[in-house]
């Protein structure tokens, strides 16, 4: 699972349309900063648990909630992956 996060950090923190998010990571119980934007636009807080990510925080666009999404499914060993990465201000679908 430790592969996983490792890759999904990366991808999230290399991500140029999300580089104006704060990425956190839950570790242990805890949040650890993978990433932190000065401009701080929005925050993604994932976790990952048997395979299965977890998404949550905020972010400006419905284009980044799902790009966030994307790129969670395509880490190699990702079973499932529940966004509820909340869109501020809320945007139509």
Do not use: K, Y
């Not at 430790?2 to 140029?16: A, S």
């Not at 998010?21 to 807080?45: F, K, N, V, W, Y």
């Not at 949550?56 to 994307?70: C, H, I, N």
């Amino acid at each position: 699972m430790n592969e996983i996060r490792d890759l999904l950090r990366r991808t999230l923190v290399e991500g140029p349309a999300l580089t104006g998010c704060t990425i956190r990571e839950h570790i242990l119980g805890g949040l650890q900063i993978a990433h932190a934007s000065p401009m701080s636009i929005g925050r993604i807080d994932f976790a990952v648990r048997r395979g299965a990510v977890t998404l949550a925080g905020e972010v400006p666009s419905l284009a980044q909630a799902r790009l966030a999404g994307a790129r969670a499914w395509c880490v190699p060993g990702t079973r499932d992956v529940i966004n509820a990465l909340a869109v501020q201000p809320a945007e139509e679908r």
